[in-house]
């Protein structure tokens, strides 16, 4: 433990999240995204709690390497595919399946002799991201199928704005995808965490939630709470300091916040340094001892200065919450102008 700043995680919610995930899309094979070290909350360790799942889905090879090496012995997508022709035959001996993206991939594969190994081709049905033009999907299909290194031709696309149920963009996308992968055989996945909990239309035979497995909104409104989800990581430290400023006493760099009256102020052993967004506005919530306080002055690499006024009976070596179970990172979040994923992924140095 790092000064008393520490992020501990809630294994048995990430289990009840799956289950959550695996109700909302009966029937369906649930992908555990795990990209960019599971979001934070340490790659292999949430692997292993998430043996449940139907299958992983990682960003590139290594990520995948390191599962192989772990023991893990699900599916395993590798969401941008390979880089370079010699990575190819490791798709096979380690039975990972690739997401095929850009005609640069595909050329790769039509001259590949490994053995032959799962493939799902990659439609940009409005993302404006990775994939193939859905006029492509037709001739590219084609083509993975006639090659020795394919074994078989999944479907699948990403969902640019499922996070806003009043978006016609979802349906827009769902119907590209059907439209330009009608009658064609092999396994379909379009949905995110937004898609998959409010998105029923994009179910198809795998969801790949990643944001709800660790407890967060995958949503613009709303909170986690209203789809029965569980925060799995708690973001905490103590109190190292107290002391009481007179009124006028400007606090923290910049000096941008200025007593209003002669108030008691806490230390927080926590900063941007450890995850903690410097972002954090005036005001941003966290718990003192189990009470809600606010956070005051600028954020520091390794300090923040908290208003007690509502807390007076603080003492040094108190326990702060930044996020949990009893505060939403949701909220937090949005005090400082960010979304949850960013602020899960930076808290990586405490793991
Ligand atoms: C990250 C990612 C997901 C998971 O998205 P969440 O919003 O975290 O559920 C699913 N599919 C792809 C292609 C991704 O890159």
Not at 24 to 35: F, L, P, T
Not at 43 to 68: F, H, N, S, W, Y
Not at 124 to 141: K, Q
Request: aromatic letters at 6%; glycine letters at 10%; charged letters at 20%.
């Amino acid at each position: 433990m790092k000064r008393g700043a520490s992020a501990r995680l809630n294994l048995a919610a990430l289990q009840h999240n799956l289950r959550v995930a695996r109700k909302a899309a009966e029937g369906r094979r649930v992908m555990a995204v795990v990209k960019a070290n599971a979001y934070g909350h340490g790659m292999i360790t949430v692997a292993k709690a998430l043996q449940e799942a139907d299958g992983l889905a990682v960003t590139c090879l290594d990520e995948a390497l390191r599962l192989r090496q772990a023991g893990l012995r699900q599916p395993i997508l590798v969401l941008q595919g390979f880089q370079q022709a010699e990575q190819i035959a490791f798709f096979s001996q380690l039975n990972l399946i690739a997401v095929v993206h850009c005609a640069e991939q595909l050329q790769m594969l039509r001259v590949a002799t490994a053995p032959a190994f799962q493939v799902w081709l990659k439609i940009d049905s409005g993302m404006g991201r990775l994939g193939f033009a859905p006029s492509e999907v037709r001739e590219v299909y084609r083509q993975l199928q006639g090659c020795q290194a394919v074994s078989g031709v999944g479907l699948m696309s990403h969902m640019a704005s499922a996070d806003d149920l009043d978006s016609p963009a979802t349906s827009q996308q769902i119907n590209c995808f059907n439209a330009c992968t009608e009658g064609l055989g092999g396994e379909r996945s379009l949905a995110n965490s937004a898609a998959l909990l409010g998105w029923p239309a994009s179910h198809a035979d795998w969801v790949r939630p990643g944001l709800m497995l660790y407890g967060a909104n995958p949503f613009v409104s709303g909170s986690v709470a209203d789809w029965g989800l569980r925060p799995v990581m708690r973001l905490s430290s103590r109190l190292i300091a107290l002391k009481t400023i007179p009124k006028g006493q400007r606090v923290g760099y910049g000096g941008s916040w200025v007593a209003p009256e002669t108030m008691p102020m806490g230390l927080v052993a926590i900063g941007y340094g450890d995850g903690y967004p410097r972002h954090a506005a005036v005001g941003t919530p966290l718990l003192v001892a189990g009470k809600r306080a606010a956070l005051i002055g600028r954020v520091s690499m390794d300090l923040l200065n908290v208003d007690l006024r509502c807390v007076p009976e603080a003492q040094v070596g108190d326990e702060v919450e930044l996020w949990g179970e009893n505060l939403s990172m949701d909220e937090v979040a949005q005090h400082a102008d960010t979304i949850a994923y960013e602020l899960l992924c930076g808290a990586t140095k405490n793991l």
